[in-house]
């Protein structure tokens, strides 16, 4: 590979980690406006044009106030966690497939199956390693709640593998030219909907910060660039989780003005969600995930196995 190849990619890798960041930052500013409208008061609009320069504010802030730590905590691993949380949600977003310059992922479905496992470990060190009982109360429950969701999440992108039969989210794109694939997979659409909103710990699955009996959970002690970091690797996720879900099941990738209306609508729904649904209960949350997703995902799995092999 030539030296301009190299440099080509790491522009690549530079201008999407930008992108996601800006995008971030502007997801923020729709959900506080959004929230705002939902509940009749004003959301942040002062800042520049409409507030748009709000979120940036924000980070300023967030990034120059005095990094605390509490003085029983494991250090180390309480000051880095957040830092492989934000790495971990960024590389995620490598195996978007671009049409230019960048890695191109024939095992993508697989690739990010271990990233979001690998998530898992950062939440559950940033509560251990605080040394507070209800950071790491909120750990037990973020790790409980994930991995509990990630099994339904494999088994029904199994599915939708089985369909294609790959890995290439370039793929889908393709075998959905004619049809979508949410419309014949609508159950299983639908878990995924709620899959996505447990996996990203947004309400009504936010147990893993509800403030109600954990007061925010497993980052209470974080603050300032730790926080900051925390909170961009939960709201990249919850970006990525939207394109996946429109790559998946509503048309494939395609970089059309339509494409990126359909994104902002998923993006959307996660907002108007949090601004509508109280909290779950913490017991309801698993029978649901292992009593109901579990067992609907293996019989479609099954069926789509069956439709796969007479078709």
Same mark, same amino acid.
């Given at each position: 590979?030539?030296?301009?190849?190299?440099?080509?990619?790491? &522009?690549?890798?530079?201008?999407?980690?930008?992108?996601?960041?800006?995008?971030?930052?502007?997801? +923020?500013?729709?959900?506080?406006?959004?929230?705002?409208?939902?509940?009749?008061?004003?959301?942040?609009?002062?800042?520049?044009?409409?507030?748009?320069?709000?979120?940036?504010?924000?980070?300023?802030?967030?990034?120059?106030?005095?990094?605390?730590?509490?003085?029983?905590?494991?250090?180390?691993?309480?000051?880095?966690?957040?830092?492989?949380?934000?790495?971990?949600?960024?590389?995620?977003?490598?195996?978007?497939?671009?049409?230019?310059? &960048?890695?191109?992922?024939?095992?993508?479905?697989?690739? %990010?199956?271990?990233?979001?496992? =690998?998530?898992?470990?950062?939440?559950?060190?940033?509560?251990?390693?605080?040394?507070?009982?209800?950071?790491?109360?909120?750990?037990?429950?973020?790790?409980?709640?994930?991995?509990?969701?990630?099994?339904?999440?494999?088994?029904?992108?199994?599915?939708?593998? +089985?369909?294609? &039969?790959?890995?290439?989210?370039?793929?889908?794109?393709?075998?959905?030219?004619?049809?979508?694939?949410?419309?014949?997979?609508?159950?299983?659409?639908?878990?995924?909907?709620?899959?996505?909103?447990?996996?990203?710990?947004?309400?009504?699955?936010?147990?893993?910060?509800?403030?109600?009996?954990? +007061?925010?959970?497993?980052?209470?002690?974080?603050?300032?660039?730790?926080?900051?970091?925390?909170?961009?690797?939960?709201?990249?996720?919850?970006?990525? &989780?939207?394109?996946?879900?429109?790559?998946?099941?509503?048309?494939?990738?395609?970089?059309?003005?339509?494409?990126?209306?359909?994104?902002? =609508?998923?993006?959307?729904?996660?907002?108007?969600?949090?601004?509508?649904?109280?909290?779950?209960?913490?017991?309801?949350?698993?029978?649901?995930?292992?009593?109901?997703?579990?067992?609907?995902?293996?019989?479609?799995?099954?069926?789509?196995?069956?439709?796969? %092999?007479?078709?």
């Amino acid at each position: 590979m030539m030296m301009i190849d190299l440099f080509m990619i790491m &522009m690549g890798v530079l201008v999407l980690i930008l992108g996601v960041l800006i995008g971030v930052a502007f997801l +923020v500013l729709l959900e506080r406006s959004v929230l705002g409208y939902i509940q009749i008061r004003k959301g942040p609009n002062k800042v520049g044009f409409m507030g748009f320069l709000q979120p940036f504010s924000d980070a300023v802030k967030l990034f120059t106030k005095e990094i605390t730590y509490p003085n029983f905590s494991n250090y180390y691993c309480y000051y880095f966690s957040p830092v492989i949380s934000f790495i971990l949600s960024l590389f995620i977003w490598m195996l978007i497939p671009y049409y230019f310059n &960048m890695v191109s992922f024939n095992l993508g479905i697989l690739f %990010f199956l271990c990233c979001t496992s =690998m998530g898992v470990y950062s939440v559950m060190i940033a509560g251990w390693s605080s040394n507070s009982n209800y950071a790491l109360l909120g750990g037990l429950r973020a790790v409980a709640q994930t991995i509990s969701y990630e099994v339904s999440m494999a088994l029904i992108l199994m599915s939708s593998i +089985v369909m294609i &039969m790959g890995f290439n989210l370039m793929v889908f794109h393709i075998y959905q030219k004619v049809i979508w694939m949410g419309v014949f997979m609508i159950p299983l659409c639908l878990i995924w909907v709620s899959s996505m909103l447990a996996e990203t710990n947004r309400t009504p699955f936010d147990f893993a910060e509800g403030e109600s009996e954990l +007061v925010s959970g497993f980052n209470v002690e974080y603050s300032s660039g730790g926080f900051a970091l925390i909170f961009l690797a939960e709201y990249s996720s919850i970006l990525f &989780m939207s394109l996946l879900f429109v790559i998946i099941y509503m048309g494939g990738y395609d970089l059309s003005f339509y494409f990126y209306l359909k994104l902002m =609508m998923i993006s959307f729904l996660f907002i108007w969600i949090r601004g509508t649904l109280p909290r779950y209960r913490y017991d309801k949350l698993m029978y649901l995930a292992w009593k109901s997703y579990l067992p609907v995902s293996l019989n479609f799995l099954l069926f789509f196995l069956g439709f796969k %092999f007479f078709f």
